[in-house]
């Protein structure tokens, strides 16, 4: 028995069986109809845009100093200068372009070995799931920014570095909810039928099993995409994201937060904004996913 010939009710991911067409519409319109879908599309694609085009925005040098060091906000520098008299708006809207890039990067790394993983335990069960089951324990016992910062110290602060230590911090977690949606998975009948085929356990996990719990990998995806901006700025907070002088809003955020009791607050406090911004859009739009699929 093909995926196809699956009962809808019985598929968890938009797009199996032979309603798919319906499911996705009706998904697409639950998603519509939801204000703050509306609303964190609109913050995610000002950020894309700031990402992809930060020059169409007119402002200063991100990179330059000058002399105008420490002034607030004005016409001529929107939101003010910082200790090196650089254009902090130029630097904000500079500063989305490698929070967008590395982070997606890092959760997309991560929710695919995450779910490899949670679809080898969920599929096997007994002694491989006992095995990784206590690996994935033992790192998750330990605090992820702790694990990200040995991760990035051990092989150097790089774009590939931190994608990949990112990833590799959530998809443990992202193992363990793959794993419970493929134990409810793997005793259905178009399982059974497919092992009745002769087929291999890996068609099984990945043709058979995958598509029918791609919902809560979705879910989990735009979940852990705000957690791994977090996790980013805060590493390069930390010192040990992206080198300066490279826009960032962690390390500009460390850099002028001394400053603060001085009445600098804008040197601070829209980089804090940007942050805070970007992180409420995916979680509304990973709120609603989450909405969507429930409905469905």
Known sequence: MSVEAVPVESAGAIGVGQGAP?????????????????????ILLFWIFCAIAPHALPSHSAYTPSA????????????????????????????????????PLATLFGTIVGTIVGLTMGYFRGFV???????????????????GILGVVALGSSNLTLIVVIGIVFSPLIARTVRAAVLLERDLDYVSAARLRGETSAY????????????????????????????????????????PPSPNWGADIYTNYTVVSSGYWWEVAFDAGAIATLVIGVNMLANSIERALEDG
């Open 129 to 147: 799931d006992e095995v990784i089951s206590r690996i994935v324990e033992a790192f998750l016992a330990l605090p992820l920014v702790v694990v």
């Open 68 to 103: 105008n060091i420490n002034q607030g906000p004005s016409g001529s520098h929107w939101f003010g200068t910082d200790q090196l008299g650089r254009d902090m708006f130029a630097r904000v809207i500079a500063g989305a372009r490698p929070i967008l890039i590395i982070s």
């Open 204 to 243: 099984i996990m990945f043709v058979e099993i995958l598509p029918n719990v791609m919902a809560p990998i979705i879910v989990e995806f735009t979940v852990r995409l705000g957690y791994a901006v977090f996790t980013l700025v805060t590493l390069s907070f930390l010192g040990f994201g992206l080198e």
């Open 22 to 42: 319906n499911l996705r519409r009706e998904f697409l319109e639950s998603l519509v109809r939801q204000k703050t879908f509306i609303a964190g599309a609109i």
